[in-house]
């Protein structure tokens, strides 16, 4: 079981809300821009873009630390964690499962995770192996990391749990891998109604129902 992080085991709200707050736009306004953005195909830089003309994500992420080194900015902690994680994962852990957590995010994200005691077996960044989804090198790492957990094991073996399907679902069909689709997150619900969406094994609500379908296979 491979998990990504935001929007699949962390809440991303407050760190939309710390942009939001950052350039002075009501909540409402900016997720509301947002969400327009993505359901016209566009991209989440397209509406930071939208909101903030001539918006660069690292450019701007290097002033925030600089402005506030000891802020919390984008990352998360425990207060993020999706309330079914930590049950979820016992359930599946229980069952013989083992998990690991891989997705795109910042070198910070990796501490973040292991300060959480999720009790997982490997943790994977982006930033840290130098490659990011939907690049055919980030599954790579993936089936490596989860090799390490258990030698042997084939792409056809791992499920890879995501909120998106071109980040997550496509590009881990194409890697020989499961994938299941969690209908949550900013992208999650208009994702889970795309035609893509279809081409995982499982369409979810929550983590539970993914613990449940994974256990009935295992």
């Known amino acids: 079981m491979v998990f990504d992080v935001g929007e699949t085991l962390v809440d991303e709200t407050r760190i939309f809300e710390r942009?939001?707050?950052?350039?002075?736009?009501?909540?409402?306004?900016?997720?509301?821009?947002?969400?327009?953005?993505?359901a016209d195909g566009g991209t989440l830089t397209d509406g930071f873009r939208l909101l903030v003309p001539g918006f660069d994500l690292a450019a701007e992420s290097e002033r925030w630390r600089a402005?506030?080194?000891?802020?919390?900015?984008?990352?998360?902690?425990?207060?993020?964690?999706?309330?079914?994680?930590?049950?979820?994962f016992e359930t599946m852990r229980r069952g013989g499962l083992s998990l690991v957590i891989a997705g795109n995010q910042p070198p910070e994200a990796g501490p973040a995770l292991e300060a959480m005691g999720l009790g997982v077996d490997g943790i994977g960044i982006s930033d840290t192996w130098g490659v990011k989804k939907p690049e055919p090198e980030?599954?790579?790492?993936?089936?490596?990391?989860?090799?390490?957990?258990?030698?042997?094991?084939?792409?056809?073996?791992?499920?890879?749990?995501?909120?998106?399907?071109?980040?997550?679902?496509?590009?881990?069909?194409?890697?020989?891998?499961?994938?299941?689709?969690?209908?949550?997150?900013?992208?999650?619900?208009?994702?889970?109604?795309?035609?893509?969406?279809?081409?995982?094994?499982?369409?979810?609500?929550?983590?539970?129902?993914?613990?449940?379908?994974?256990?009935e296979r295992a």
């Open 138 to 215: 980030f599954f790579d790492r993936v089936l490596d990391l989860a090799a390490l957990v258990r030698p042997g094991i084939s792409a056809e073996e791992i499920l890879y749990v995501g909120d998106r399907v071109d980040n997550d679902v496509l590009p881990a069909l194409r890697a020989g891998m499961r994938t299941a689709l969690l209908r949550r997150g900013i992208y999650g619900y208009r994702h889970s109604a795309s035609p893509h969406a279809a081409r995982a094994d499982l369409v979810a609500d929550d983590l539970h129902r993914i613990a449940e379908w994974a256990l």
């Open 67 to 88: 402005e506030d080194p000891d802020g919390e900015r984008e990352h998360f902690g425990e207060k993020d964690l999706y309330p079914d994680v930590r049950p979820a």
């Open 19 to 38: 942009w939001a707050d950052r350039f002075g736009i009501p909540h409402m306004a900016f997720f509301g821009t947002i969400g327009g953005v993505l």
